[in-house]
């Protein structure tokens, strides 16, 4: 599934790299610790949390995640949405508690990161 | 490929009023054993030296070309492909052929050389235009490439970086640099995101627990080496640091989803090889090693 179809489906907010969505999502990860995002998600993986600072954008650089979903409706700072339209990170907000969220997103075909 | 791409077009002719008296000289001065008739620009024939000894021999020198020249003459059109052209060559048996148009008019005139001399030289097009292509598909050159085509005792690049202490705010942006530098450097991206990962952790630590420090990267021909230095306070256990889930992080750190005792960990599963040294108050050095792989 690619995250241009998790918008749609979802009713995603787009706040960043609207130009990135046509990235597969290859697995989900969801954490809100950055280290064990670091150490736990894969290349192509989808990262719900709730951070909303610029920290978050690096550790999607440097993992090269396929995007970030905020939830409970969390905006990111004006500090993170630059930094991520300029590293190219999809940052898109759901509504939903991250509970609610991923249950969906596993309803919908996305399965876990493999653990390492 | 068609005739008229081998053939020479710098042809030498008779005209048929000519004499073969006139030929004999031509043919002496020119250095040939034939040429083609022409009159008006329109092929009529073909005379050779066979032509020549004939009239030579019947005491026919003053005679004009146009009764002693061959008429039936096998030629080739220009614009006609050339494998049809060798098929010509070895049903009549001649050396060589003249070229006209589609109206008569001579062109050129093609031997077995210059066959041979225009596919070679289509060739050698084909072979630069291949050569290049294939420099072109090539990637830039590398790091690597740039390792192979210098020499020196010992040749590495250095990336230093400055790191703010007690500070997360910027933290993961000399990460980020370095990996943007080694992209450009040409590493592959696996090792790209090893090295990212790895760096990224330890400038969070040097801005998270210490007053701040220098990450160093020296890319080197067999691989990539970072430190992380800092001027203080050390890492008094080093053992229990090591220890998956143990932290001393401040709630500030924790608060931004930091300090939970993963770092360290994760730098050694993302680096080859790891050594931390630490003294109290003095400060710490980690060393990360990371091999290219091809």
């Not at chain 2, 620009?41 to 061959?70: F, H, P, W």
């Not at chain 2, 290049?132 to 830039?140: D, G, L, S, T």
Request: proline letters at 3%.
């Amino acid at each position: 599934m690619k995250l241009n179809d998790l918008v749609k489906e979802f009713g995603l907010e787009v706040k960043t790299a609207s130009g990135h969505l046509d990235r597969e999502v290859k697995s989900g990860y969801v954490s809100d610790l950055l280290s064990d995002v670091l150490a736990h998600a894969d290349e192509g993986t989808l990262w719900v949390t709730l951070h909303i600072h610029q920290n978050i954008v690096a550790v999607a650089m440097h993992k090269d995640l396929a995007g970030i979903i905020l939830v409970q409706g969390r905006q990111p700072e004006q500090d993170t949405i630059v930094k991520a339209e300029e590293e190219n990170i999809p940052i898109l907000v759901s509504s939903l508690s991250a509970f609610e969220l991923v249950g969906r997103l596993y309803k919908a075909g996305i399965r876990g990161a493999a653990a390492h | 490929m068609t005739v008229s791409e081998v053939m020479a077009t710098d042809v030498l002719t008779v005209r048929p009023e000519q004499t073969m008296s006139d030929l004999r000289i031509f043919m002496r001065d020119k250095r040939i054993s034939g040429a083609p008739v022409v009159d008006n620009g329109k092929l009529v024939g073909m005379v050779s030296i066979e032509d020549l000894i004939n009239a030579l021999s019947e005491c026919d020198l003053d005679t004009q070309i146009r009764y002693k020249m061959t008429t039936k003459v096998a030629c080739l059109y220009a614009d006609e492909p050339l494998v049809n052209c060798i098929a010509t060559f070895s049903r009549h048996g001649y050396t060589r052929y003249p070229v006209v148009d589609r109206q008569g008019h001579l062109v050129g005139i093609v031997t077995k050389g210059n066959i041979v001399e225009g596919l070679l030289k289509k060739l050698e097009i084909e072979y630069v235009r291949t050569e290049a292509e294939i420099n072109e598909a090539r990637q830039r050159p590398t790091m690597r490439q740039f390792f192979e085509d210098v020499t020196a005792d010992d040749i590495s690049f250095i990336f230093k970086y400055h790191i703010a202490g007690q500070t997360l705010k910027d933290a993961g942006k000399a990460a980020t640099e370095l990996k943007h530098a080694l992209k450009k450097l040409g590493i592959c991206p696996p090792l790209l995101r090893r090295i990212g990962v790895a760096t990224y952790e330890a400038e969070i630590n040097l801005a998270a627990y210490t007053q701040g420090g220098e990450i160093i990267a020296h890319v080197e021909k067999w691989g990539v080496i970072v430190e992380a230095i800092d001027a203080g306070p050390g890492i008094p256990d080093i053992e229990l640091a090591m220890k998956p889930g143990y932290s001393t992080a401040s709630d500030w750190v924790r608060e931004l989803g930091f300090g939970a005792g993963m770092g360290l960990v994760n730098i050694q599963k993302c680096s080859d090889e790891m050594e931390l040294k630490s003294t109290v108050p003095d400060g710490t050095h980690l060393t990360m090693r990371f091999y290219y792989t091809s």
